[in-house]
């Protein structure tokens, strides 16, 4: 009887180990899909009537799965907002402050917080316009009608995000992509682990719940 209970309780040990493990694979591949990329619409940024450019303060980039120790890098895909009386085409570059700030001093441009999911843009003055952002020495930069800025870094970093033509004001719609190669290996992994636990705690289960062995007519029974 003892054997039975034990074998129970572990047999339940791995039905829950099991669900755990499925429920898991089955997020990360429903989250990342077959690519191993989630995006993620982090809203639009409307900057004032003369600012020439929107900048951002990046504490980190790149990102994890949580609870598993697989990191991703990360992208950041701007595109003019529909009705955005720009161009069609935006500048986004990145680098750190200290070549961020030689580029914007003395020019209009707004500071964008997030906090909670919502922007806030802070005006910062100027006196001048700015330089074609081509000549600054960004960490990396991208162009276009949806210009995509990789962000391979775990260093802190400034978005620089403006009109392709330095033109104000800049109306744009930010998307935050993050590429994880490994997730999709990893919710395979995973999942399986859960069904070949899943078919050790069935088994074990049966076991706990099955009836003992018959008596045979040979064995004695007390009066």
């Given at each position: 009887?003892?054997?039975?209970?034990v074998?129970?309780?572990?047999a339940?040990?791995?039905?829950?180990?099991?669900a755990?493990?499925?429920?898991?694979g089955?997020?990360i591949?429903?989250?990342?899909?077959?690519?191993?990329?989630?995006?993620?619409?982090?809203?639009?940024?409307?900057?004032g009537s003369t600012?020439?450019?929107?900048?951002?303060?990046?504490?980190?980039?790149?990102?994890d799965i949580?609870?598993l120790?697989?990191?991703?890098?990360?992208?950041?895909?701007?595109t003019?907002?529909?009705?955005?009386?720009?161009?069609?085409e935006?500048?986004?570059a990145?680098?750190?402050?200290?070549?961020?700030?030689?580029?914007?001093?003395?020019?209009?441009?707004?500071?964008?917080?997030?906090?909670?999911?919502?922007?806030t843009l802070?005006?910062?003055?100027g006196?001048?316009?700015?330089d074609?952002?081509?000549?600054a020495?960004w960490?990396?930069?991208?162009?276009?009608?949806?210009?995509?800025?990789s962000?391979e870094?775990?260093?802190p970093?400034?978005?620089?995000?403006?009109?392709?033509?330095?033109s104000?004001?800049?109306?744009?719609l930010?998307?935050?992509?993050?590429?994880?190669p490994?997730?999709v290996?990893?919710?395979?992994?995973?999942?399986?682990?859960?069904?070949?636990?899943?078919?050790?705690g069935?088994?074990?289960?049966?076991?706990?719940?099955?009836?003992?062995?018959?008596?045979?007519?040979?064995?004695?029974?007390?009066?």
């Open positions: 009887m003892l054997k039975r209970v074998a129970g309780f572990f339940l040990l791995l039905l829950a180990i099991a755990v493990a499925m429920f898991s089955g997020w591949w429903s989250t990342f899909g077959t690519e191993g990329v989630v995006s993620t619409p982090m809203g639009r940024l409307t900057g600012s020439q450019a929107i900048v951002i303060d990046v504490d980190r980039v790149g990102g949580p609870y120790p697989v990191s991703g890098t990360a992208a950041l895909i701007a003019p907002a529909v009705g955005a009386p720009g161009p069609p935006i500048f986004i990145h680098a750190p402050a200290r070549t961020a700030n030689e580029y914007l001093t003395g020019a209009r441009y707004d500071v964008g917080r997030r906090s909670d999911g919502d922007w802070t005006p910062v003055p006196f001048r316009d700015l074609p952002p081509e000549g020495t960490e990396a930069s991208a162009g276009g009608p949806s210009a995509r800025l962000l870094t775990q260093s970093t400034t978005v620089v995000v403006m009109n392709a033509d330095g104000p004001p800049v109306d744009v930010l998307t935050l992509e993050l590429d994880v490994d997730a290996t990893i919710a395979v992994v995973i999942a399986t682990i859960g069904l070949i636990t899943l078919i050790m069935l088994v074990l289960l049966r076991t706990a719940l099955g009836r003992g062995r018959p008596r045979g007519v040979h064995e004695a029974v007390g009066p």
